[in-house]
């Protein structure tokens, strides 16, 4: 197992000095209370706008489409109409786009057709190269039950066929690793199949994070892809698969707004990304965040100088669905000095999930996985848990796993915090009893998929979870003391990788 240490920018020093040892028990809130004057109405107000500018515009609000620079043009006008002076920051990015649907056919011993879906038996890997091949397909060093490693070094292809379809296991690396070491060593194509000690079996969500290799890359199930392995291994396979995709450079745009008041040394981030998949007009992802912060932002000044004790800056971010490019950009762009000034990052990325749960980032990391959030980040978890507990509504934690944008903000030791309410996991009997709905149906039967739109949301789900975000948005705007008393000047943050090929993800996309 990888670790990363994070060193805080010497310039957080000016942050910390001061700090109290003992953060006080709740720090509440003053002035109105916001979760009453963010009201469900303004934020499906916000809702029907951004579908409206995804019917316009082929559909979608994918970031480098016209639907996303239509998106970003409402949210800076609701702004602007709200008293703020909104920044527009452009980056260029890799954009991706699947054509067509992909092909992927056992031609021998046993020709058969396999299906392209979340709930399927392959999914694309995003960035993945075009081609249409037909070739024998080589197992590349699965004989690991845990396949740990395959594919990840060069050595892993010795005597592997140049011509032929490597079978890969997820694990040990990044899919790009693997990728670009299969090409090298001639494979016209890659199949990256599940892990078998991996808690989800289906088809891998996979991405490679940019346009690293130039051949097709799909990611099957464990049960597809361990079956084509022991067909392999028993005699010849010949596989046929075709990808029709696009590439090209091009720009996006982050939004961000600060408040009037606060000081501006105790800064704390509202984010939520803006951008949709190209599928889709992404109504709940992320529409029901986007909207739920842009509803704070225009009610968050009645709390005055007594409730805005500290500077809000709230972010809409783009291409969040290409990799986590727009946050990544912003954090990128701000010196030591910049980022010793923001305290903490709150990040809302799916609110109304039909089937929706409560669920918290996991701060504290009671779920024991391989990311420890930087200190800091279980105080922002108990903002929310003392909240939900206090109107008798049952949570959950959620893993940091590097799925949405506050991930850009943990790597480099700021804490954070947000809610989710689900996204293509199915829900289990447990969390019907706490949350209602749907046993054994995905808290998003519709994430990335045409039908995300209004009629995708559920609105109990919704108004209670963006209460829960604007009580916490008001609780830190009036103080962030128990958040500056947890931080400490090194930040220790374990990689996502495991001996059991953990995930790691980057824009609703796993890319190990």
């Not at 046993?439 to 609105?459: P, R, S």
């Amino acid at each position: 197992m990888r670790k990363r240490h994070w060193g805080i920018p010497l310039a957080l020093a000016g942050l910390l000095s001061g700090v109290v040892t003992a953060a006080p028990a709740e720090a509440g809130v003053q002035g109105p209370d916001l979760t009453k004057l963010v009201k469900i109405k303004d934020i499906r107000k916000h809702l029907v706008e951004l579908e409206r500018v995804a019917e316009r515009n082929g559909g979608n609000r994918a970031s480098g489409q016209p639907g996303f620079d239509a998106s970003v043009d409402y949210v800076v006008k609701v702004l602007k109409k709200a008293g703020y002076k909104p920044q527009v920051q452009n980056f260029d990015f890799e954009y991706y786009e699947q054509e067509a649907p992909t092909v992927f056919e056992q031609v021998s011993p046993a020709p058969a057709t396999y299906t392209e879906a979340l709930d399927g038996d392959f999914l694309t890997h995003y960035y993945s190269g075009e081609g249409d091949v037909t070739a024998r397909a080589v197992p590349v060093d699965t004989d690991d039950p845990d396949g740990v490693g395959s594919g990840c070094e060069s050595d892993d292809f010795e005597g592997f066929p140049a011509g032929s379809i490597a079978l890969i296991v997820r694990g040990g690396c990044t899919f790009a690793d693997k990728a670009a070491n299969a090409e090298a060593a001639g494979a016209v194509a890659a199949i990256i199949y599940q892990n078998p000690a991996t808690a989800d079996q289906g088809p891998v969500n996979g991405t490679l994070g940019g346009r690293v290799v130039d051949i097709p890359v799909l990611g099957p199930t464990y049960e597809l892809g361990s079956s084509l392995v022991a067909q392999a291994k028993a005699g010849e396979l010949i596989l046929h698969i075709k990808t029709d995709v696009f590439h090209e450079k091009r720009s996006s745009k982050n939004v961000i707004a600060d408040t009037k008041l606060g000081d501006p040394n105790k800064t704390v981030v509202v984010g939520a990304h803006l951008d949709s998949v190209a599928e889709g007009p992404g109504i709940n992802d992320n529409g029901s965040g986007s909207a739920t912060v842009l509803a704070i932002a225009e009610q968050i000044g009645k709390l005055g100088k007594k409730g805005l004790k500290n500077r809000v800056r709230f972010a809409w971010w783009g291409a969040e669905e290409s990799g986590l490019i727009g946050s990544d950009a912003y954090v990128a762009s701000l010196s030591d000095e910049e980022l010793s000034k923001i305290a903490l990052n709150l990040n809302f990325d799916m609110l109304g999930s039909p089937n929706f749960a409560r669920f918290v980032y996991d701060g504290d990391n009671s779920l024991g996985t391989p990311t420890d959030p930087p200190p800091g980040s279980a105080e922002i978890e108990k903002a929310f848990t003392d909240y939900f507990k206090k109107r008798k509504l049952a949570t959950e934690p959620t893993a940091f796993d590097g799925r949405s944008d506050y991930y850009a903000f943990i790597n480099v030791g700021i804490p954070a915090g947000g809610l989710f309410s689900g996204a293509e996991v199915t829900k289990t009997p447990e969390q019907v009893k706490l949350y209602g709905g749907t046993a054994g149906e995905a808290f998003d039967k519709c994430y990335h998929q045409a039908c995300d739109d209004l009629t995708n949301i559920n609105w109990t789900g919704l108004d209670q979870l963006a209460d829960g975000a604007a009580h916490v948005v008001q609780r830190y705007a009036h103080s962030v003391e128990d958040v500056l008393a947890a931080r400490t000047a090194t930040v220790t943050l374990k990689s996502t990788s495991s001996s059991a090929g953990g995930p790691e993800w980057r824009g609703g996309h796993l890319i190990r």
